[in-house]
C-alpha cells in the first residue's frame, strides 16, 4: 500500500517522505498506529471518524513455517474467528452423533474432511482482510503494509517487505503490534518443518497444505493457556487422535474447579492428557513420524522418561510480546524486565509521554480482543479531546471454546478467598443437565455452575461461573449484572427463561458450606 501513496517519495531499497498535512500541524498525522490488529484498527477508525489524520503501519513477519497472513491480527487470521469456526464444526459432528436418537436418519458412514474446512475457513478470514482495508479506506486512514518502528518520540520509520524506507511523523502514537507465540528453547527439536506453533498462530491453515488428512495422532504441548485445550478439543471433535501434555495445572489464572471440569470432559470424550509431564525432545523419524520424548514428573524424587510417536505436534506454551525491532528502549519506552511487554499507566500511556500501548503488548492488559477493541476506541477519543474516560479492566467476561465450553465474569473462587478470606464469602452451586442432552444420553455430570459472592452485606456477586453449551452468550449477558454491581438476591428474583440452561443461575440456592446435594432435580 505504501508504494502506490502520491504522498510518499520512494525508491527500492532508498527512504522515503510523507508531506505534511497542515490539518496535523507540524507532523504528517494526528496519529500513526503501529500494527494492524484488532485494537489497532479500532482505535484508528475511531480517531478518523472523530476528524483525527491517521496512519495505520501493519506488516505480519513470516512465521518459523513460512506462515503470513493479512490485514486484522491475531484474532481474524489465526485467533477467536478461525477458532470459532472450526470449534463449530467440532459441535456439528456431536450434533450427528445425536440426531438418529431425535429421529433423524443419516446415512453412513459419516465423515470429516479438513481441506474443505480449512479452504472455508480461510476464504471467510480473506473476506475480512479485504472488509478491513475497505473500512479503513472509508473512514480516510492511510494504511501501509510495512513494518514499523520508532525513531524517536514523534518519528516512525517504515520498511516494507521490497526493502523500501519511508518515515512519517506524529503527534502522538499507538503501538498495537500484539504478541506471537512462544517457541520452545529448553529442549532438542530435530523437526522444525513438521512442528506447529500454538496459540493457533500458524496451525491450522498451513495443516491442510502440509499434512492433508494425515492428522491421524496430534501431540498438543500446553494447556495453561487456554488455546492449546481448544485446540486439542476441536481435533478430537473432528474425529482425530488428539493428546495434551500439562506441564503444571489446566488454565492457569481461571477458577481450577471449573478447569478439572473442562479437562474431564475431554478425557472422557476420547482426550488423552499426560499430566506433570515436560517435553524434552522431538525428532523425525523415518516413517515421517514424530517421536517425543518427555519426562513425567511423578514426585520431587520420582522422575519416569517416555515417549510416544505422532503425525503433529503443537506447542501452545504461551505468547511473547511483539516489540522486537520497534526501538523502543532507544527512544525511552519501558518494557518490563520479565514479561517484555510494554509498561503502561492507567491511560495505555508508557514512559514517552505522547506514545501509547493497548492490547497484548501492554504489561497488565488480559489478552482478549474486545478489551484490546474498547481501550483501543476510548484512547482514541481521549486523543481527540472527545471523553476522559478510562478503560475499566476489571470484570471482563470471556469464554474457553473447548467442548463443553466454559464462560466466567469476575472471580475465580481461588481470588475471591485469597482477597476477602474464605470465612467472608458464600459460594452457590448446582449441577444442572441441559435439556438437549436428555434424549440424546449425552453425559452431564460436568455441566456446573457456581456463582461466588461476597458474604457480608447484600451478598455482591464476585463471580460468576459457566459450564455448558453456549457458555459465551449465557456469560455476555450476565457480565452486564455483575459490572452494574449485581447482588446474590437480585440474580434470585429475577425470572429466568425456560427451558434453558442460563436459568440455572437464577435458580441456584445450595452453598457449599451447607454441604447439601447440589444436583438439580426435576425441570
Not at 484488532?38 to 475511531?46: D, F, K
Amino acid at each position: 500500500a505504501g508504494c502506490s501513496s502520491t504522498s510518499v517519495r520512494q525508491s527500492c531499497g532508498a527512504s522515503a517522505a510523507v508531506t505534511p498535512s497542515s490539518a496535523a500541524g507540524t507532523h504528517h498525522y494526528d496519529l500513526v498506529v503501529i500494527g494492524g490488529g484488532s485494537g489497532g484498527l479500532a482505535c484508528s477508525r475511531e480517531a478518523a471518524q472523530l476528524g483525527q489524520k491517521v496512519a495505520v503501519l501493519d506488516h505480519v513477519q513470516p512465521s518459523a513455517r513460512g506462515t503470513a497472513w493479512g490485514l486484522g491480527g491475531t484474532c481474524v487470521n489465526v485467533g477467536c474467528i478461525p477458532k470459532k469456526l472450526m470449534h463449530q464444526a467440532a459441535l456439528l459432528g456431536v450434533a450427528m452423533d445425536d440426531a438418529g436418537k431425535f429421529g433423524w436418519s443419516i446415512p453412513g458412514p459419516v465423515s470429516h474432511d479438513w481441506s474443505t474446512l480449512a479452504q472455508a475457513v480461510q476464504n471467510y478470514v480473506k473476506s475480512l482482510n479485504w472488509g478491513h482495508r475497505v473500512q479503513l479506506q472509508d473512514r480516510k486512514v492511510k494504511y501501509f503494509n510495512t513494518r514499523g518502528s520508532l525513531l524517536d518520540r514523534h518519528t516512525v520509520r517504515g520498511l516494507d517487505a521490497k526493502g523500501t524506507e519511508m518515515t512519517l511523523t506524529a503527534r502522538n502514537i499507538v503501538i498495537a503490534t500484539g504478541g506471537r507465540p512462544r517457541y520452545p528453547t529448553h529442549m532438542f527439536i530435530h523437526a522444525w518443518t513438521e512442528v506447529m506453533f500454538g496459540i493457533f498462530n500458524k496451525v491450522t491453515f498451513a495443516l491442510v497444505k502440509s499434512h492433508g488428512q494425515n492428522l491421524s495422532r496430534m501431540e498438543d504441548c500446553g494447556a495453561s493457556v487456554y488455546v492449546g485445550l481448544e485446540c486439542a478439543g476441536l481435533l478430537a471433535g473432528i474425529g482425530l487422535d488428539a493428546s495434551v501434555m500439562v506441564r503444571s495445572v489446566a488454565l492457569r489464572g481461571f477458577d481450577q474447579q471449573m478447569a478439572q471440569l473442562v479437562t474431564g470432559h475431554m478425557e472422557a470424550r476420547g482426550t488423552r492428557f499426560h499430566w506433570g509431564c515436560v517435553p524434552t525432545s522431538v525428532e523425525k523419524l523415518p516413517s515421517g513420524l514424530l517421536q517425543v520424548k518427555w519426562t513425567e514428573v511423578r514426585s520431587d524424587l520420582e522422575r519416569v522418561e517416555r515417549e510416544d510417536t505422532f503425525s503433529s505436534v503443537l506447542w501452545a506454551i504461551g505468547r511473547v510480546p511483539e516489540t522486537t525491532g520497534l526501538n523502543l528502549p532507544q527512544v525511552g519506552v519501558q518494557l518490563h524486565p520479565d514479561t517484555g511487554k510494554i509498561v503502561v499507566a492507567t491511560d495505555e500511556r508508557t514512559t514517552v509521554s505522547n506514545v501509547y500501548a493497548i492490547g497484548d503488548v501492554a504489561e497488565g492488559r488480559p489478552e482478549l480482543t474486545p478489551t484490546a477493541v474498547k481501550a483501543g476506541k476510548l484512547l482514541a477519543r481521549r486523543l481527540a479531546g472527545q471523553s476522559n474516560q478510562l478503560m475499566d479492566y476489571h470484570s471482563v467476561p470471556t469464554t474457553v471454546f473447548t467442548p463443553l465450553e466454559y464462560g466466567c465474569v469476575g472471580l475465580s473462587e481461588e481470588s475471591a478467598e485469597s482477597r476477602y478470606g474464605k470465612d467472608n464469602i458464600e459460594v452457590y452451586h448446582a449441577f444442572y443437565k441441559p435439556l438437549e442432552f436428555t434424549i440424546a444420553e449425552r453425559d452431564a455430570s460436568h455441566c456446573y455452575v457456581k456463582v461466588v459472592c461476597d458474604r457480608a452485606g447484600v451478598q455482591r456477586v464476585l463471580g460468576l461461573h459457566f459450564t455448558g453449551p453456549s457458555a459465551g452468550e449465557v456469560i455476555q449477558g450476565f457480565a452486564v449484572s455483575v459490572r452494574c454491581g449485581l447482588t446474590y438476591a437480585q440474580l434470585r428474583d429475577t425470572v429466568g427463561i425456560h427451558p434453558t440452561c442460563a436459568e440455572e443461575l437464577t435458580k441456584i440456592h445450595i452453598t457449599k458450606r451447607s454441604g447439601l446435594d447440589a444436583t438439580v432435580t426435576g425441570c
